[in-house]
């Protein structure tokens, strides 16, 4: 009847020679892929810094070069895309050395991308599909990180500092409801900084964070706390291993001299130990048993590991 399309006619037409051409001035790989997962189209992707030529790709299914488990979850984008009707924008990580291509010439080892995929309101050589602009965000996402790291990293030492820590205790202790807060004082430090000088203590705080990590592997679980206090967190552990892994700490720190410059200091630390426990403990809670040990350890002699008890509340 008059009026009416055929179904060769409601598809969307080839692109043509300009059209190409065009594409092929950007950047950034931009593709069409049929809802079967070939790769109807490969357009862009010039910048060989951030891609390798996609271009041999055309025509091929993305089960033919892709881990089968990267083309199920690239799959499943577009299967959503093209039901939603929506732009659908999602990142993933990839490692270039699992691609099959017959020449790579792009940036190599593992790439984050972002796409940008959008239904095609008509087939495509026949068949549903959609486009996708792909953008490699490597540099972006490692910038983030480490603007990340500055905000949550102590400049002096590199360990974590006292907000990043409060927050990841804060964090187990929802998950696992309980933990023990070990918080750690270089004895005698203000006598370091007197005696010897500014500059001297912080080569004591520095070799301290390196000694530390020795001890604690789990360096996500070390911060400093502030001055030349530091705040380490154990889980998983009775009170008896607690504080064997202060007492290990602490005579790992006197076990031999730190140097300053043609200096030789001998270093002790004193530390608090107590049990936290409860998924919605306050950050004044989470620290004031430790730190009510350590001062007991202080009073006490110094150059000691003191487990909070209760009573210690009463004097």
């Given at each position: 009847m008059w009026g009416m399309k055929t179904k060769q006619e409601q598809t969307?037409?080839?692109?043509?020679?300009?059209?190409?051409?065009?594409?092929?001035?950007?950047?950034?790989?931009?593709?069409?892929?049929?809802?079967?997962?070939?790769?109807?189209?490969?357009?862009?992707?010039?910048?060989?810094?951030?891609?390798?030529?996609?271009?041999?790709?055309?025509?091929?299914?993305?089960y033919d070069f892709m881990p089968k488990k990267f083309a199920d979850f690239f799959m499943g984008q577009v299967h959503h895309t093209l039901e939603s009707g929506k732009l659908n924008t999602f990142d993933y990580q990839l490692e270039t050395e699992d691609v099959t291509l017959t020449t790579k010439n792009g940036p190599g080892g593992t790439q984050w991308f972002e796409a940008r995929m959008y239904p095609l309101e008509k087939p495509y050589q026949g068949q549903r599909a959609v486009s996708v602009l792909i953008i490699n965000i490597t540099e972006r996402r490692t910038l983030h990180k480490q603007l990340r790291d500055l905000s949550n990293i102590d400049p002096l030492t590199g360990l974590y500092n006292r907000r990043y820590f409060l927050q990841r205790v804060s964090l187990h202790l929802r998950e696992a409801g309980r933990a023990h807060?070990?918080?750690?004082?270089?004895?005698?430090?203000?006598?370091?900084?007197?005696?010897y000088g500014h500059l001297a203590g912080d080569a004591v705080l520095q070799e301290f964070a390196s000694r530390v990590k020795e001890v604690i592997k789990h360096s996500r679980a070390i911060a400093r706390y502030g001055g030349d206090e530091f705040i380490i967190a154990v889980t998983n552990k009775s009170d008896t291993e607690a504080v064997a892994i202060a007492e290990d700490l602490r005579i790992h720190v006197a076990s031999k001299p730190f140097f300053f410059q043609n200096l030789e200091l001998n270093v002790h630390i004193s530390i608090g130990v107590a049990r936290v426990q409860g998924p919605n403990i306050s950050s004044i809670s989470l620290i004031s048993e430790a730190d009510i040990a350590l001062y007991r350890a202080k009073a006490s002699g110094r150059n000691k590991v003191c487990l909070f008890t209760p009573s210690m509340r009463e004097l």
């Amino acid at each position: 009847m008059w009026g009416m399309k055929t179904k060769q006619e409601q598809t969307i037409p080839l692109l043509d020679d300009i059209s190409r051409s065009l594409f092929n001035t950007i950047p950034d790989p931009f593709i069409v892929v049929g809802e079967d997962g070939t790769y109807l189209e490969v357009l862009g992707g010039t910048e060989r810094s951030l891609y390798d030529d996609g271009i041999p790709l055309k025509g091929k299914n993305i089960y033919d070069f892709m881990p089968k488990k990267f083309a199920d979850f690239f799959m499943g984008q577009v299967h959503h895309t093209l039901e939603s009707g929506k732009l659908n924008t999602f990142d993933y990580q990839l490692e270039t050395e699992d691609v099959t291509l017959t020449t790579k010439n792009g940036p190599g080892g593992t790439q984050w991308f972002e796409a940008r995929m959008y239904p095609l309101e008509k087939p495509y050589q026949g068949q549903r599909a959609v486009s996708v602009l792909i953008i490699n965000i490597t540099e972006r996402r490692t910038l983030h990180k480490q603007l990340r790291d500055l905000s949550n990293i102590d400049p002096l030492t590199g360990l974590y500092n006292r907000r990043y820590f409060l927050q990841r205790v804060s964090l187990h202790l929802r998950e696992a409801g309980r933990a023990h807060i070990l918080i750690c004082d270089i004895d005698h430090f203000k006598n370091i900084n007197d005696t010897y000088g500014h500059l001297a203590g912080d080569a004591v705080l520095q070799e301290f964070a390196s000694r530390v990590k020795e001890v604690i592997k789990h360096s996500r679980a070390i911060a400093r706390y502030g001055g030349d206090e530091f705040i380490i967190a154990v889980t998983n552990k009775s009170d008896t291993e607690a504080v064997a892994i202060a007492e290990d700490l602490r005579i790992h720190v006197a076990s031999k001299p730190f140097f300053f410059q043609n200096l030789e200091l001998n270093v002790h630390i004193s530390i608090g130990v107590a049990r936290v426990q409860g998924p919605n403990i306050s950050s004044i809670s989470l620290i004031s048993e430790a730190d009510i040990a350590l001062y007991r350890a202080k009073a006490s002699g110094r150059n000691k590991v003191c487990l909070f008890t209760p009573s210690m509340r009463e004097l």
